[in-house]
Structure formats: structure tokens, C-alpha cells
């Protein structure tokens, strides 16, 4: 379907739940963290009731992400009965990597055919501590896991720090020319009323693109009509690929295909947006589907035309990234 700026909305993003069994430092405070009340969480029955109605509207890939996703109880079978849903061409996952070693042959079994698995940092202990967890070890595990049972391109996304990770840019980038990973190199964005926004981390995608020019040419690389924001391109002889998602400096919001549901079952047409929809209390006061695709339709007519920000003067929205799902 076609939202008010003619953009064709095919893409939803599932927050599976809020929870997570990491604390990366720009996305989840260490303490203090108020996590939806487990009756306020949608149900996987609820979520493929939504799923199959988004499809209606022209819904063609969905994304779960979180949170973390493989924190939830019984996601496998959930998975399972998402891959049934007619009409749905793409199902991919976006997951920190922990628990990837021991889910990874299962994620495969269903049928997802892409997985994102976030990883900052190529040094045990620097992982530590922007994650704040001791878990390095286990992610390359999962990484390892995820190649053996088939799952190729991997794509690994990189939140780039200035300070923080950004001597590591040409690490990751090397990575591509052995295998067949597809790094995404991501700006840093700012969101959740309790982070402070770390204007002196932030670096641009221009300037990551900059720095990996110095090992070779970047040759762009193709896209097609699901494919998300990021600005895709391989080095010379590489097995995998470099992108880059500019979200703050590089306005991609015309070509924005995406619609997000929050982990309490809100409808959001834009991640940095407060504007929201309730999806969840009218379907759980039994309101029929057509009132439920009419809310779909609203929310994808208003989509917001752009998310208004700039690198340096950014505004955050009030929901932290774990709960609208990133
Ligand atoms: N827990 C899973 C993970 O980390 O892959 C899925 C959810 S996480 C919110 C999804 C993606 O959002 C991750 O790649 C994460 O790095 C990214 N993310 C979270 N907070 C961010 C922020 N403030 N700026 C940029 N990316 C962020
Ligand atoms: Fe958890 Fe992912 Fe947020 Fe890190 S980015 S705290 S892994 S939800």
C-alpha cells in the first residue's frame, strides 16, 4: 500500500519483546530500565493475527528484532508459524548474537533466510564493555554456528563510535574480503528519553565510507525493492560487502518502506515519530478485522513524510529502541 507521500509500505519491523541479555550503551541503561508488563506484551497469537492483516496491506517482509528476540520463550515455534503466513516473500531476524549458537540451526530449519547479528566490537574486552557482558566468545560462536548451517550472506551490523569503536572500521571492513559477511555500518542514532545524547561519538557514514576508501575502490552493489536504507557497496575481490545506514545524515526517509510494532503492540510508521497507533487493546476487545485494517491504513497513510533530524541537533523520542524494536 501506498502511504500519503507515495512510498510503498511493504516492510515491518517486529519487535518480539523488549528484553535483552545485553546493556549496549546506546540503546539500554544499565539500571532503571522500565520493561512493558508481561500482560502488556503482545502475544505470538496476537502478533501473527497483526502479521497476517499488515500482509492484507501489502506487507511483503517482516524483521523480527527487539529487544532481544531469542530471549523470548518458545520463539521457534512462533518462528514456525510465521513462515506459514501466505503472502509474505522475506522473514528475516536481527539478534545480538548471544544465544545464536544454540538457536541458529532451528532459525534455518523454519525457513528465515536472512539474519542480522549485531557486533560492535572485534575485541573481547571492548565488547564488554559497550554490551556490558562478557559475551564476545559466544557471538563469534553463533557467527561460526550461523555460516555452518547455511545461513550466507550473515549480515553484521556496526554501530560506529568516534572514541568508541571507530579504529576498528577497516578491521571490519577486511572481514569482507575473507567472508562472505555483509558489514552495516550504522550512525549512531539518538533515541530514549534516558540516554544522553553522545553528540562528540557520532560519526558520520560519509566519514566510515572515507576510511574504508583507503584500502580500495568501493564498487557499488545492486539493490532491490525490499531492501532496506543502507547504501550498499563491495572492495575490489571481496567475498562480502560494506554498507552504510546514514540515518541521521543522509535523509533516506523518501524512500522509508517501513512500519514498526512495538513489543506492546503499537503501530509506529517512523522510528524516531511518538506518534503511535493501538493495535492491541481493539484487538483484544474483540474488534472485528475490518476495524483493525482500517487502524493498519491510518497509520500507513500518515507515516511521517521525514523524521526531522540533524546529526548535530538531534531529537529523541520517548521510547527507548529496545521496545519500539531497532
Ligand atoms: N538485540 C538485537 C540486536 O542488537 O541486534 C535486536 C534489537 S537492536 C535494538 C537492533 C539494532 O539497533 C542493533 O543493530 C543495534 O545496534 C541498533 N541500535 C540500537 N540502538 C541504537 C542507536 N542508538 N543508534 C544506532 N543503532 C542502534
Ligand atoms: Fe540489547 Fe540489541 Fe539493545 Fe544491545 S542493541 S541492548 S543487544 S536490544
Not at 512510498?7 to 528484553?19: E, K, M, P
Not at 535483552?20 to 520493561?35: A, T, V, W
Not at 518458545?74 to 531476524?93: A, H, N, P, Q, Y
Not at 564498487?219 to 562480502?240: I, M, Q, S, T, Y
Request: contains cysteine.
Amino acid at each position: 500500500m501506498l502511504d500519503n507521500n507515495h512510498r510503498v509500505i511493504n516492510y515491518l519491523r517486529l519487535s518480539v519483546t523488549d528484553r535483552c541479555n545485553l546493556r549496549c550503551i546506546y540503546c539500554m541503561p544499565e539500571q532503571g530500565i522500565q520493561f512493558i508488563s508481561h500482560s502488556e506484551v503482545i502475544t505470538y497469537e496476537e502478533m501473527l493475527h497483526m502479521v497476517g492483516l499488515c500482509v492484507q496491506k501489502g506487507i511483503r517482509k517482516v524483521r523480527l528484532t527487539g529487544g532481544e528476540p531469542l530471549v523470548r520463550k518458545g520463539f521457534i515455534g512462533f518462528l514456525e508459524r510465521l513462515c506459514l503466513i501466505e503472502g509474505l516473500e522475506e522473514i528475516s531476524l536481527t539478534t545480538n548474537g548471544v544465544l545464536l549458537k544454540t538457536f541458529a540451526a532451528d532459525i534455518k530449519n523454519c525457513g528465515i533466510c536472512r539474519i542480522n547479528v549485531s557486533l560492535d566490537s572485534l575485541k573481547p574486552e571492548r565488547f564488554l564493555r559497550i554490551t556490558g557482558q562478557d559475551c564476545f566468545e559466544r557471538v563469534r560462536e553463533g557467527l561460526e554456528k550461523a555460516e555452518q548451517v547455511g545461513f550466507n550472506p550473515i549480515k553484521i551490523n556496526v554501530v560506529a563510535m568516534k572514541g568508541v569503536n571507530d579504529d576498528e572500521i577497516l578491521d571490519f571492513a577486511r572481514l569482507t574480503l575473507e567472508k562472505p559477511y555483509h558489514i552495516r555500518f550504522i550512525e549512531i542514532m539518538p533515541i530514549g528519553e534516558k540516554n544522553t545524547w553522545p553528540a562528540e561519538k557520532f560519526i558520520s557514514a560519509k566519514e566510515i565510507q572515507k576510511k574504508i576508501k583507503t584500502l580500495g575502490d568501493l564498487h557499488p552493489v545492486g539493490r532491490n525493492l525490499l531492501d532496506g536504507p543502507a547504501e550498499r557497496f563491495a572492495l575490489e575481490g571481496a567475498k562480502g560487502e560494506v554498507g552504510f545506514i546514514g540515518a541521521l545524515s543522509n535523509h533516506f526517509c523518501d524512500n522509508c518502506n517501513r512500519l514498526r510494532l512495538t513489543a506492546d503492540g503499537h503501530l509506529r510508521g517512523c522510528l524516531f515519530s511518538d506518534h503511535e497507533t493501538d493495535i492491541k487493546t481493539p484487538l483484544r476487545e474483540g474488534k472485528g478485522d475490518s476495524h483493525l485494517l482500517d487502524l493498519i491504513s491510518d497509520t500507513i497513510l500518515n507515516k511521517p513524510r521525514d523524521h526531522g533530524l540533524l546529526p548535530y541537533k538531534p531529537r529523541k523520542c520517548v521510547r527507548s529502541m529496545n521496545s519500539i524494536g531497532g
